[in-house]
């Protein structure tokens, strides 16, 4: 994990492809530092209007997941890089957007 929860300011926003989640998950430590953020689970926001907060995020789009719920690591003698399951079952995340 790359830190605890208290570690990290929430934010609340929706997804910005221009900042995206892994973005603000690691933060920034050089001028000027960025606060590491703890941000709300993509597929919990887009599909069910609500908002569960979490610090992983997918490896392949960049958006944040539930971990074991919306996505997960797996784990081959190391954690390797996380994947949501929009991107595992090969989907498009405009397809899950409401209009």
Known sequence: MPGDAK??????????????????????TG??????KI????ICQEQFGRVT???VYCATCKHAFCEGV??????IAQRT?????ICHLGKDWNSLRRS
């Open 7 to 28: 570690d990290f300011e929430p934010d609340y926003s929706w997804y910005d492809p221009s900042n995206n989640d892994e973005e603000k998950i690691r933060g920034k």
């Open 31 to 36: 001028p000027p530092r960025v606060p590491k």
């Open 39 to 42: 941000v709300p689970c993509r």
């Open 53 to 55: 907060l979490t610090f």
């Open 70 to 75: 919306h996505g997960s690591f797996s784990v």
């Open 81 to 85: 890089p996380g994947k949501c399951v």
